[in-house]
């Protein structure tokens, strides 16, 4: 993938829903506490989607790109490329975004594509983490970010934050905690990744302190 600038880091967000996480990213960024990067373009598979609204609003080209009935994953993917490809993207950043990728997509944009996970992977694996954790009675839970990988919810972890569960927690006030703990996370995550702090070794993700 060609970079068109040597400092900013170009970022593409992958949505399907509500958007809160892409919130963060847009409010951390209008603090300018993102680092060293900008959110070129938001994608969307689903055009109904609340934030399509919330990148319009702060002014973010938008792209809907649906998965038509009887699609292809590989055309689907193929037209996802193009506009990642198309503006220069360096990172993707999956917010919500219910498709999983093909393998050649994945593989290509390996260590510059990352996910965010309501749970302290590898447990509670899938789209309902939260209910599951909950449900299991764990009484620590939390929220992951990783690079994807072919995998699902298996790529090498670049932070995780616990979220404890009390007594008093319903499914509702721990998807509320957890939620609060990804609009944190998220953003932090994304800024070592455009200040270049973030190394895969393997399995694992070093973050390395630069002055
Ligand atoms: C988040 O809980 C995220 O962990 C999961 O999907 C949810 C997206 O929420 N992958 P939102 O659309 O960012 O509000």
């Given amino acids: 993938m060609e970079k068109a600038d040597n400092s900013i880091i170009r970022i593409a967000v992958l949505v399907s829903g509500n958007g809160t996480n892409l919130q963060a990213i847009i409010d951390a960024q ?73 393998e050649k997509f994945v593989r290509e944009f390996k260590g510059r594509m990352m996910n965010i996970h309501p749970a302290l992977l590898p447990g509670f694996k899938g789209t309902s983490a939260i209910e599951d954790a909950f449900n299991y009675g764990v009484k620590v839970t939390g929220v992951t970010v990783h690079f994807v990988d072919e995998g699902v919810d298996s790529g090498p972890i670049i932070a995780q934050r616990e979220v404890r569960i009390e007594k008093s927690d319903t499914i509702g006030t721990l998807e509320e905690k957890i939620h609060r703990t990804e609009h944190e996370l998220y953003p932090e995550a994304i800024r070592y990744f455009a200040e270049g702090k973030l190394k895969i070794e393997g399995r694992k993700v070093k973050v390395i302190s630069k002055k």
């Fill in 30 to 102: 209008a603090k300018d506490s993102l680092g060293p990067c900008v959110v070129k373009l938001v994608i969307s598979d689903n055009p109904e989607a609340r934030a399509l609204r919330r990148a319009r609003e702060a002014g973010i080209p938008v792209k809907v790109v649906e998965k038509k009935q009887g699609m292809s994953r590989e055309v689907f993917d193929a037209l996802l490329r193009e506009e990642i490809v198309r503006e220069k993207i360096d990172l993707i950043v999956l917010a919500g975004f219910m498709r999983v990728l093909g």
